[in-house]
Each structure stands twice: as structure tokens, then as C-alpha cells.
């Protein structure tokens, strides 16, 4: 478990790397195409930062709202409020404020910035379905996102796709309407400069898509980690896989919070491009460090 832990924390930082030198690339084309002197870079750093930040501090509310989620006491669940409260004492980590969504989806989902302003959410469908064992398993992956700061890491992936949404933009607008002073430029610069603003927005969503997908593998196992039983939650995903029904209030923006794509199967196509792992591999894994125990 701690190698499975350690290797998605090495892979996370090799992608994240991997963003700056995507902005690098595009700033150098931008540069020398129109010798800006890196006034373009600053400009979509500012607005990326911007928009993320808005996201950052608002988004946990506005995650709760679109998934229609009701915060409950201990009163309204004490089986629930007790396993989210025993593995937030393990775990040495705050209680999170605990909301429940009328869905018979099996689905769950963290929020909030910081361990302090938490947020943990699941469906009825979930709570239906899954026995204590695999109750805690969903639980202690959704604290792991909590204590991971996943929220952050991939508020930082969002202001860096920004970054390279916006250069590509500028570099396409301003080629259209106006010249500007091309000392490096060139027929050879003007190609590459093409070719960038089409892959570069590709590249980012892929490479963010990469990022989502590396912190489910490690909340997966940092959960394991805090149960001991990783069994618990390998079940868990094969039942809220089996439901092949999506999500009442689905939205892209909040998909990838929840603990399984919660639009439901999809095709090949559709797989390359979810915020999610594949099921089957994560129960692989689980399953893996189950035995290396």
C-alpha cells in the first residue's frame, strides 16, 4: 500500500511537471513569433488564477447545490455519522459536515478546500446497498481525497489548463486580426504556432484527465491504508458499477468529485476521456494490495 501511495504521488508530480513544460513550449512559440516578452503568459496566468480561485473557495457550495445534497445530524443517520466519525479519529483528521443525496445511484463524493471546511456526501442509492464493511471503504476514500488536499492539487491542474486554453486562444485571435512585431518570426514559427494552438488544449484536458485519474488510485489506496481492508471498498466499487443508471443530477464540472463516474457505463471512446479509472483496474489493484498485506 505504501508503494501504491508513493507511486501515484511520484506520477502526479511527473504530470503536473509536464503542464509547465506544455506552457513553456507555447510561451517560447509566442514569444518569438511575436517577441511579446512574456507580457501573454503573465495575462493568462492572472485570468486563470482568477477563474480558479472563484472556483476554489465557491465550489464546494456550488458541488453540494447541483447534486441536490441535504447536510443531516446524527440523528437523521447514526450508522453513517458513526463510521464517517470513527475514521476521522483514525485518520487524526476534523469531522467533515455529512449531506445525503435522494438518488438510487450508488455514489459519493468529498468536498471543501482544507480538512476544516470538509464536506462528504452520499446517496441513498449508496447507503442502500453497501454493508458496513464497504460503507467504511467508501468513506475512507473519500477522507483520503480530504487529506490528499485533492481538491487543491486539482485546483492548480484547472488554473494550468487555463494558462494553455488561453495562450492558444491569443495566439489564434491575434494571428487572425493582426500582424504584430515578429522579430522571430518566420514560416517555420507561424507552423509551429498552428500546430500548438490545436494540440496544446488537447494535450491539457489529457494530462488533467491523467491527474484525476492518479488521485482515485491514490485515494483508493490511502483509503485501504486508513481500513486495513482493502477488500471492503473493492466490493463497494463492484456494486456501484453494477448500477447502470446515472446520476439524477449529473453534471461534467462536479463528475469528477464522485467516487465513480456518475453518468454510468460508457463506451470505449467515452473511457478515454473520463475523469475515472477504469473500475476493473482499480478493483485490481485493491485486490493486489489485499494479498501483498
Known amino acids: 500500500m505504501y508503494s501504491q501511495i508513493t507511486s501515484n504521488k511520484r506520477k502526479t508530480v511527473a504530470l ?68 464517517v466519525e470513527n475514521l476521522c479519529i483514525a485518520n487524526g483528521q476534523p469531522m467533515p459536515k455529512i449531506y445525503v443525496i435522494e438518488d438510487e445511484a450508488p455514489n459519493a463524493f468529498a468536498t471543501g478546500r482544507t480538512p476544516e471546511t470538509s464536506s462528504v456526501a452520499f446517496t441513498t442509492g449508496l447507503l442502500k446497498r453497501l454493508d458496513r464493511t464497504e460503507l467504511e471503504g467508501v468513506t475512507a476514500h473519500e477522507l483520503s481525497h480530504i487529506k490528499n488536499y485533492d481538491i487543491r492539487v486539482m485546483t492548480i491542474v484547472v488554473v494550468l489548463v487555463g494558462v494553455i486554453a488561453f495562450l492558444s486562444d491569443i495566439f489564434f485571435r491575434i494571428s487572425l486580426h493582426g500582424r504584430g512585431d515578429r522579430k522571430g518570426g ?12 490545436i494540440l ?24 485501504s491504508l486508513l481500513t486495513r481492508y482493502p477488500e471492503g471498498l473493492a466490493r463497494a466499487l463492484e456494486k456501484i458499477s453494477s448500477y447502470e443508471q446515472p446520476m439524477r443530477h449529473a453534471h461534467s464540472a462536479t463528475a469528477h468529485l464522485y467516487i465513480a463516474n456518475p453518468f454510468g457505463p460508457k463506451g470505449f471512446m467515452a473511457g478515454l476521456f473520463s475523469t475515472h479509472p477504469p473500475v476493473e483496474k482499480r478493483i485490481a489493484a485493491l485486490r493486489q494490495m489485499g494479498t501483498s498485506a
Open 186 to 197: 518566420g514560416a517555420v514559427i507561424l507552423v509551429l504556432g498552428l500546430i500548438a494552438i
Open 16 to 83: 503536473i511537471a509536464s503542464f509547465v513544460v506544455l506552457i513553456l513550449g507555447l510561451g517560447w512559440i509566442i514569444d518569438a513569433y511575436y517577441d511579446a516578452g512574456g507580457a501573454i503568459i503573465a495575462l493568462a496566468f492572472i485570468y486563470a488564477s482568477v477563474t480558479a480561485l472563484v472556483s476554489y473557495f465557491a465550489g464546494d457550495k456550488m458541488a453540494l447545490m447541483a447534486s441536490g445534497a441535504k447536510e443531516i445530524k446524527k440523528e437523521h443517520a447514526p450508522e453513517l455519522w458513526r463510521t
Open 200 to 223: 496544446a488544449p488537447i494535450i491539457a484536458n489529457i494530462v488533467k484527465l491523467a491527474i484525476s485519474r492518479r488521485r482515485e488510485y491514490l485515494a483508493d489506496a490511502s483509503g
